[in-house]
């Protein structure tokens, strides 16, 4: 421990006198067995005239690899994180068919990215790598042949489903009661507690008639949040 005797806080100074952005000021590691598994390093910024400002980086090692950053703060206080589990999908350019009375996962292709591959693009859901919050967000574009619907009875849904199992109330729909079928989207959004090993996929359901979907104005994304 660090103590003082005084109305004074102690303080530990680590300091180099580096010459770019990003070389180590200082750095406090933690070992587990002599080897090296996680870590505070303390970073020169991008002003290296006056060298008046910097950032801090959280380094961890995975079971049998390396000691990579994980977090950074920069001197803006800007946060990333680049390995934080998350996906945005689009599907192919082409249209789709629903058959009337069922309902399809979407298969999504396209990655704008799939940050730790968590997202299967053979089974259309995403796996939650570990338990948290995550945000989920769905659009869809859809038609339908028909020009118009009679009252209640044919429709377009979507909404989310959890370890297979649809949630309540997290769903949306056109087209009912003659609200019109042609071309035109559904969007959807909101905040799942997962467990690691939870999936999460969308839905699209045709009700009464058959309706279509296309891909390439289709998304699906994922990040965790907390």
């Not at 006198?17 to 090296?36: A, Q």
């Not at 989310?160 to 559904?186: C, E, K, L, P, W």
């Not at 909101?190 to 045709?206: H, K, L, W």
Request: overall charge negative.
């Amino acid at each position: 421990s660090i103590k003082t005797t005084g109305d004074v806080y102690p303080q530990v100074t680590l300091g180099a006198n580096r010459s770019s952005e990003n070389n180590s000021l200082g750095y406090v590691v933690g070992r587990w067995n002599n080897t090296d598994v996680a870590a505070i390093d303390f970073l020169a910024g991008p002003d290296t005239t006056n060298k008046d400002d910097g950032k801090i980086g959280f380094n961890t090692r995975p079971s049998g690899g390396g000691m990579t950053r994980r977090m950074t703060i920069d001197s803006n206080g800007y946060v990333t994180k680049p390995n934080q589990p998350g996906c945005t999908m689009t599907g192919p350019n082409s249209w789709a068919t629903i058959n009337s009375n069922s309902q399809t996962i979407p298969l999504l292709t396209n990655a704008q990215h799939n940050v730790g591959s968590h997202y299967n693009t053979s089974t259309g859901k995403f796996t939650a790598p570990v338990a948290g919050r995550y945000l989920a967000s769905f659009n869809a574009y859809t038609d339908s042949n028909e020009v118009d619907s009679d009252d209640n009875s044919k429709s377009q849904y979507m909404y989310f489903v959890v370890n297979d199992s649809g949630i309540g109330r997290y769903h949306g729909i056109r087209a009912y009661g003659n609200q019109g079928d042609n071309d035109g989207t559904m969007s959807m959004s909101f905040v799942v507690e997962m467990s690691a090993n939870d999936t999460i996929s969308p839905q699209i359901g045709a009700s009464g008639y058959d309706v279509r979907w296309y891909g390439g104005h289709t998304t699906f994304s994922v990040i965790l949040l907390a």
